[in-house]
């Protein structure tokens, strides 16, 4: 029985979608991505310009994006994603079409449409390609999942109420009740 092959797709197919969609490539395979929600976006703004205003205060060197963000994870162009949130401190990684390469803190923010891929297959493929840290936001069960790749130190199960220590930077603890009630 002749086996059935599924179509690669590649960051062309990505660049070809319609105005207005998006889709992410993990191993060639295309997932389509819905708008965000409200809180979603509330989430995202709050997280960005606290780590964005982290990073100015302590002169850092390190930059800081949101969705719609490309990150062409593996270098190859196989493999896409837009994480929520990027944090990037190897400039040479950067370039006008977006990083190449693994950011070194990735944040998601779960809406019930992405929970299997957030805690499965890009969990797999942020640790494998090299980020430092990533987060899992989860909006319904107001809990932020800490994964500390560099060290394991860190790695952790954190509600919205709890003080989140970041693992690339030491002085930054995020908590998210409060940025949620400014």
Known sequence: ????????????????????????LIDGRMYMMAPPSTGHQRIS???????????KSKNGTCDVFAAPFAVFLNKDDINYVEPDISVICDKTKLDEKGCNGAPDWVIEIVSP????????????KYRTAGVREYWI???????VTVYDFE??????LYSFDDSIPV????????????LLSK
């Open 151 to 156: 060290n394991e130190k860190k790695t952790n």
């Open 1 to 24: 029985m002749p086996q059935l092959h599924e179509k690669v797709y590649t960051v062309e197919d990505i660049y070809a979608l319609p105005d207005g969609q998006r889709g992410e």
């Open 45 to 55: 703004s709050e997280l960005h310009g606290t780590i964005y205003n982290f990073i």
């Open 113 to 124: 449409s992405t929970s299997q891929m957030d805690y499965g297959i890009k969990l797999f």
């Open 137 to 143: 936001v989860n909006p319904l069960k107001q809990t």
């Open 167 to 178: 693992c690339i930077y030491d002085e930054l603890s995020i908590n998210i009740a409060d």
